[in-house]
């Protein structure tokens, strides 16, 4: 058969690590030329292919897409929250238009749960249409949430692993700030992402493993009420003088003015107040048995582009488990997620690359283990820190820079000609 062409895309709120993926979907697939022709990038995921806007990424240099490795969140080819529901008809009538008019045969998505729906139903769209394309999701989520309760199918997400050393430095960062400004703001309060699944917050522990900080972690998961957090942070107060909060943006502290994207998740930075700005005016109306009052901090968008903070460990695998999608298109066809598996024959990390069928892992939902929350709600067990602990990496990563700024990649702005006739997604209509 003669080479077919490539169009991957991205979709969700970006992570430092997306662009590897990418990268490593780039880099596999321009070296098979015998199956593979032009590769395009979907400009701002599926919105891209419904409006036909498929940038050539066969126009940018090798050096270029090679600086995907240590380019953070979206800035590439850009990612959306658009999502094909049921009765878009001719949303997906457009999908399969698209396509078949850029002799598309091989479709990546990266993303998490919703995009994984959407990859999903492409590739059922493709069986139903009988057109000759083969879909495979890529994960991508810092909230690691893909995936199932037994880790069999996804061990864990890539965006996730820098995520965690993102909260492992920015806590012991924190705790050194707490430490020395004590006299006058003994209680400092970190409002951490994770509408309602708390591995991201859960990931401040591993900044002290050895539980020497004065720290409690508030996962939405906890159940915990508002007035039990304060009466917990007066009992650290008593004992130590001060007190480190982190606290799930998920956490139930009543209504805070609530924002929902296209995908209908909860967008707490977009919300009328932060869930950090309650707990820090509740905690300030108790009495302290300490001079002083609490502060609140809210890391926003940066703790997910903050390319300073990534994971090595986390870069390779997201660069792996990109290849592994090409690998799995080629020679395994369609309806399947490239996957991540962590070896479970010896005491050191390593991992694997599988894959697993779509309809799994379309809209899945796996949720913090009850068996990782500590009894006491406020912490979490050593098991956590044992699964969590190798994702983070050991080194800094390195980053070109250029007059002291960091060089990020360029994709060239070429674009595939236009062959179709102008398009409105259908969600956009008035």
Same mark, same amino acid.
């Given at each position: 058969m003669p080479p077919r062409n490539v169009v991957v895309a991205q979709s969700g709120g970006p992570t430092c690590v997306i662009n590897n993926s990418l990268r490593g979907i780039i880099e596999a697939a321009r070296r098979r030329p015998d199956r593979i022709g032009k590769v395009y990038g979907g400009r701002f995921g599926i919105e891209g292919v419904l409006k036909e806007e498929l940038i050539d990424l066969s126009a940018t240099p090798d050096e270029e897409i090679a600086l995907l490795r240590t380019s953070p969140a979206a800035g590439s080819i850009g990612t959306c929250r658009y999502k094909l529901k049921k009765g878009q008809d001719e949303d997906f009538a457009r999908v399969v238009e698209v396509f078949k008019a850029h002799d598309v045969g091989y479709f990546f998505y990266i993303g998490g749960n919703d995009s994984q729906d959407t990859a999903h139903k492409v590739s059922v769209l493709a069986n139903e249409h009988g057109l000759d394309l083969v879909a495979v999701g890529v994960p991508k989520t810092i909230d690691n949430d893909l995936g199932d309760a037994e880790f069999t199918l996804l061990d864990h997400s890539p965006g996730y692993g820098s995520v965690a050393r993102y909260y492992a430095h920015y806590v012991r960062q924190a705790n050194e700030e707490n430490a020395g400004s004590r006299p006058a703001d003994?209680?400092?309060?970190?409002?951490?992402?994770?509408?309602?699944?708390? %591995?991201? #917050?859960?990931?401040?522990?591993?900044?002290?493993?050895?539980?020497?900080? #004065? +720290?409690?972690? %508030?996962?939405?998961? /906890?159940? +915990? /009420? +508002?007035?039990?957090?304060g009466e917990n942070v007066i009992r650290q107060l008593e004992s130590d003088g001060r007190c480190i909060v982190v606290v799930s943006e998920g956490f139930d502290v009543g209504e805070v003015g609530s924002v929902r994207d296209n995908f209908g998740h909860v967008q707490f930075s977009s919300s009328q107040q932060t869930v950090a700005q309650v707990v820090v005016n509740y905690l300030n109306t108790l009495k302290f048995p300490v001079p002083g009052k609490a502060r609140g901090q809210v890391p926003g968008t940066d703790q997910r582009n903050a390319i300073a903070y990534a994971s090595s460990v986390d870069l390779d695998e997201a660069y792996g488990v990109g290849r592994h999608a090409v690998e799995i298109a080629l020679n395994e066809g369609n309806g399947w997620m490239a996957t991540i598996l962590r070896d479970r024959s010896g005491s050191a990390y390593n991992v694997h690359y599988d894959k697993a069928p779509l309809e799994k892992v379309a809209n899945s939902e796996r949720f913090f283990p009850k068996e990782w929350l500590a009894p006491s709600g406020i912490d979490v067990t050593d098991e956590f820190v044992d699964y969590a602990r190798p994702l983070i990496g050991e080194d800094w990563v390195s980053v070109p820079t250029v007059a002291g700024l960091p060089r990020f990649a360029r994709i060239a702005q070429v674009f595939a000609p236009r062959k179709l006739p102008a398009y409105v997604p259908q969600t956009y209509r008035k």
């Open positions: 003994p209680v400092l309060v970190i409002q951490a992402m994770g509408r309602k699944i708390g %591995y991201i #917050p859960a990931a401040a522990r591993l900044a002290d493993p050895r539980r020497e900080m #004065p +720290l409690q972690i %508030y996962l939405t998961e /906890s159940g +915990l /009420s +508002l007035q039990q957090l």
